[in-house]
């Protein structure tokens, strides 16, 4: 899962925990619909002040927002 693809699964997570529409987050976000639509399916690449938009109308911190197992269990050890 690339970057994209853990942001967006971690935005969806956090809006279906707030009982939100993907309008109703786009709408408190300041965010067009369906650029919130692509985002959260991880077909946009969005900039840090989308996210922090995005992570202000969610009602969470940047380090809530990223700590979470998506984020932290996306490295995988090599040998």
Partial sequence: MNIKQRTAAR??????????????LAWKAEVNR??????????????IETLEKIINALEVT???FFDAPVFLNSKKKKK
């Avoid at 369906?34 to 900039?47: D, K, L």
């Fill in 11 to 24: 935005i969806r997570e956090l809006r279906e925990a707030k009982g939100l529409s993907q309008e109703e």
């Fill in 62 to 64: 940047v380090p809530e």
């Fill in 34 to 47: 369906t650029s919130m639509n692509h985002i959260e399916n991880g077909r946009r690449n969005i900039s």
